[in-house]
């Protein structure tokens, strides 16, 4: 599964280049889906494909479309193993950081289709738009953002998926170093054929 330039993702008419004004975007990657059928949204997929249940890494509600492979599935439990031991996963105190939800302007609040702060899997949801959904995570390694975004063209459907990641101490840089070649060479391709498995099932002709 390639992944994009920043620039090609910054000219995405998107909420998130300004929302998230300050943040590092760590990196972009996408999947095309078949054209099966003209105007479906995001939240079109998202619903269609949400069972509402968390599995044991409570990745299946994280929008269900990110559906671990077991091979990952296997990866994130020795991360979880290793997390629990080290204590990485256990939240900062509160006035160590911040909510991206707090960013919120009141015409981001109108939009949004789920409340802010609604927990989704692992993550909590900052944002969801018809398009566009942003979602946090928070941890003793770092404070991330997922952003996910689906466009439409004449031909497919680009699936786009956001990795923003803000330092939260000395460690982050290091741990991020750390999990990047994993990260990029099997967790994130896995996931995005997961995407386009689903989006095939929910809208394909077959």
């Known amino acids: ?8 993702f910054e000219r995405l008419p998107l909420r998130v280049h300004t929302f998230l004004e300050g943040v ?4 972009v990657w996408f999947v095309d889906l078949p054209h099966w059928r003209a105007g479906v949204t995001l939240d079109d997929f998202l619903q ?10 409570g990745c299946s509600r994280s929008s269900s479309l990110l559906t671990p492979s077991p091979l990952v599935r296997v990866l994130l439990e020795i991360r979880f193993f290793v997390g629990r031991f080290f204590g990485w996963d256990d939240e ?6 911040k909510s991206l939800a707090t960013r919120l302007t009141d015409t981001d609040r109108s939009r949004s289709l ?8 692992l993550f909590r949801v900052v944002y969801r738009f018809e398009n ?22 004449a031909t497919v459907y680009r699936f786009y998926l956001g990795v923003y990641v803000h330092s939260v101490s000395r460690f ?17 391709p896995s996931l995005l054929r997961s995407v386009r498995a ?9």
């Open 1 to 8: 599964m390639p992944q994009v330039s920043t620039q090609e």
């Open 24 to 27: 590092p975007l760590h990196d």
């Open 48 to 57: 269609r494909t949400s069972d509402g249940k968390l599995d044991r890494c």
């Open 92 to 97: 900062p105190p509160a006035t160590g950081w």
């Open 114 to 121: 789920t409340v802010a702060g609604t927990q989704d899997g």
């Open 132 to 153: 566009e959904q942003l979602v946090e995570l928070i941890n003793r390694t770092a404070h991330a953002a997922a952003l996910s975004a689906l466009v439409e063209t």
């Open 172 to 188: 982050t840089p290091f741990y991020m170093a750390l999990i990047d070649p994993i990260r990029k060479l099997i967790v994130y």
């Open 198 to 206: 689903r989006w095939n099932q929910a809208f394909g002709t077959a």
